[in-house]
């Protein structure tokens, strides 16, 4: 009897801990999710019904229960192309194959193959994945349009720093500038700060904030818009989405989001077995538990899915034990879609945009190169040759 109540209080502490870490989760998803979309050309709502389903479906069959799954910033520049290229119609089928392609990878036990590819492919993919973030999305941070090149959009950041620098007439890039200005000062402060603060993570402290002086002063910048039905974003297959199967380019865009989806992961699941002293992670069911959430997001006409190390680690670090923490992660984030959709219509665009700014940053990781030259001066250049490649993608 007495070793019952042990088990039951065992278990009682362990959901105790899920549920607490579940919130920290649900906090630094949030805001990723929304900027994550917005930076992709998809309507907000769509990140966060990614999101959803990474946590409740990806959580619910993952290999790697700690991990936690939604849209990540390591696909905002193929989405973008794919969009600009193929339209948005096209996304739902692309990641939708993409899906299915993950979940054969898992079957044939193919998985652990992607943990072989080169560590200086991967970072100098994750490099220039950056670079094309931090550009795009320092444009969007003064409410401007980023073009469709990350060279370009290089090319332009003086332009862009000088609209957020000079007040004119007619414009508000300058509001819009202090916005974001002021969430990466606050991300940055937040972070150095003692443990004990960590519980409101950096990037939700800077999207708070931005709210709260944005709403005070009125200021006319660009919003985050949810729509009442946004049910209505949803776009499932039709008949007229048949042809789309037999596109050449189609497939070719979904191997693509495939391969880079599953790396992304398995890159975040090996670090993580890392990070806890839990069952290890089973690569082959991770990647199947990726493709069915992949294969779902793409029925609704969400962005693609992966495992997320910032998101993964958040976890590890606020004490979550099981799966539970992920799963009840995306149900938070389906109660706000569901219940409070009016809130996030006060979420400055400039906000979300300067947390990937500093994302974008982070990923570029200039000290990599230090650790790939103690390996060869061959890994540095696989890794120099990627990042370029990716950066003009």
């Not at 992304?264 to 493709?291: C, F, N, W």
Request: aromatic content about 6%; charged content about 10%; proline content about 6%.
């Amino acid at each position: 009897m007495g070793s019952m109540s042990v088990e039951a209080g065992n278990r009682g502490l362990v959901m105790q801990r899920d549920f607490l870490a579940s919130v920290v989760v649900f906090l630094v998803a949030l805001p990723l999710c929304l900027g994550i979309a917005i930076a992709s050309g998809v309507p907000p709502a769509l990140g966060l019904i990614s999101g959803i389903i990474g946590g409740i479906v990806v959580g619910y069959f993952s290999g790697a229960p700690l991990q936690v799954s939604g849209p990540a910033a390591g696909l905002v520049s193929l989405i973008a192309e794919i969009i600009e290229a193929q339209g948005v119609e096209s996304l739902g089928i692309i990641v939708l194959l993409a899906g299915v392609m993950q979940m054969a990878t898992g079957f044939f036990h193919l998985a652990p193959l992607f943990r072989a590819v080169s560590p200086a492919v991967i970072q100098g993919m994750l490099a220039g994945i950056g670079v094309t973030i931090f550009a795009a999305q320092f444009h969007v941070m003064v409410d401007d349009k980023p073009a469709s090149k990350a060279l370009e959009n290089l090319m332009n950041l003086p332009g862009a720093v000088s609209k957020g620098l000079i007040p004119m007439e007619g414009t508000s890039h300058h509001l819009a500038a202090a916005i974001g200005v002021l969430s990466i000062i606050l991300i940055v402060v937040w972070a150095k700060l003692p443990s004990r603060f960590h519980v409101l993570p950096p990037a939700l402290v800077a999207v708070l904030v931005s709210v709260g002086v944005a709403a005070g002063f009125h200021l006319p910048i660009q919003y985050v818009d949810i729509p009442d039905q946004f049910m209505n974003v949803i776009h499932l297959p039709s008949l007229k989405s048949l042809p789309l199967f037999t596109d050449g380019g189609i497939w070719f865009s979904a191997c693509a989001i495939a391969f880079v989806a599953t790396a992304e992961t398995m890159l975040s699941t090996t670090a993580l077995d890392r990070l806890h002293h839990g069952p290890r992670a089973d690569y082959d069911k991770e990647v199947i538990a990726q493709g069915l959430g992949n294969t779902l997001s793409g029925i609704l006409g969400a962005l693609p899915i992966t495992g997320v190390i910032v998101r993964s680690t958040a976890n590890i670090e606020a004490g979550a034990k099981t799966r539970l923490s992920a799963i009840l992660h995306g149900i938070w984030i389906a109660l706000l879609l569901t219940l409070f959709p009016t809130v996030l219509d006060l979420i400055p665009i400039a906000s979300l945009a300067a947390v990937l700014v500093y994302t974008g940053y982070k990923l570029i990781k200039p000290k990599v190169v230090l650790e790939l030259l103690a390996i060869g001066k061959s890994e540095v250049a696989i890794f120099m040759i990627t990042l370029l490649v990716q950066g003009q993608a």
